[in-house]
């Protein structure tokens, strides 16, 4: 079963307030990955921990954060939300063993105000 | 600058046609990946085929199969006998080896619309 939750499904946010975002997935995937996705733009990797290593790409470094405390739970956390951080936040697993196919969750649809 | 590019932002077809969906891609790798994912009108991204580059052989699964084109770094995603319900975005992505599979670049989408 490839199953990835994320949690909220949809939130609204006021400029200038923390937004944390939550993924768990199920199939002990050792990585997992957080994509931004706006309207007729491609995903955009934000993130990604691979085991405990987290790599984050350089233009967003100091726009997100996260944390992975178990193989089964990873966070996206925004500390002062702006108004060109809504978008579509999809999370995702894959597995080194597995081929490394990317396994999506539904996605968090941020809107912030 | 754009790795993966899908010049068809939208598509259309009849329901029963065979689809094809378009995608090139920039690498100077030997070994990587290219994957087709849809997204639902919820928001999900669904895996759909993976062709890898070592292999020449088209990929098949189910109703869908790609064809590969690796001299001209483009590749086709083909539906067969297309329904309503395949309705939706296609993503193609690219993933290579140097990477260790792990970064993923996406294009940005072409938009299906099957018509019953």
């Known amino acids: 079963d490839t199953t990835v939750k994320q949690n909220p499904r949809y939130k609204l946010a006021r400029v200038g307030k923390p937004v944390n975002l939550i993924c768990s997935q199920t199939?002990?995937?050792?990585?997992m990955y957080w994509y931004q996705k706006k309207p007729n733009q491609a995903p955009k990797l934000l993130l990604f921990?691979?085991?405990?290593?987290?790599?984050r790409e350089a233009d967003t470094f100091e726009k997100f954060q996260s944390s992975r405390p178990n193989n089964s739970f990873c966070s996206l956390y925004i500390g002062s939300a702006g108004l060109e951080y809504s978008a579509m936040y999809l999370c995702?697993?894959?597995?080194?063993?597995?081929?490394?196919?990317?396994?999506f969750g539904e996605g968090s649809r941020l809107i912030v105000v | 600058a754009q790795r993966v590019t899908q010049v068809q932002p939208t598509g259309s077809s009849q329901w029963g046609e065979e689809v094809t969906l378009d995608c090139s891609y920039e690498t100077s790798e030997y070994f990587y990946r290219i994957f087709w994912y849809r997204q639902l009108f919820s928001g999900e991204m669904v895996f759909l085929i993976y062709?890898?580059?070592?292999?020449?052989q088209n990929q098949r699964s189910g109703r869908y199969s790609v064809v590969f084109q690796k001299s001209f770094k483009s590749i086709s995603l083909v539906i067969s006998a297309s329904q309503p319900e395949d309705s939706g975005t296609y993503f193609c992505?690219?993933?290579?080896?140097?990477?260790?599979?792990?970064?993923?670049?996406f294009g940005k989408g072409t938009s299906l619309t099957v018509i019953p």
């Open positions: 992505a690219l993933s290579e080896l140097n990477t260790g599979y792990q970064n993923f670049y």
């Open positions: 199939m002990n995937h050792d990585t």
């Open positions: 995702a697993s894959s597995s080194r063993r597995g081929g490394n196919t990317l396994y």
């Open positions: 921990y691979y085991d405990k290593i987290l790599n």
């Open positions: 062709q890898p580059s070592f292999d020449t």
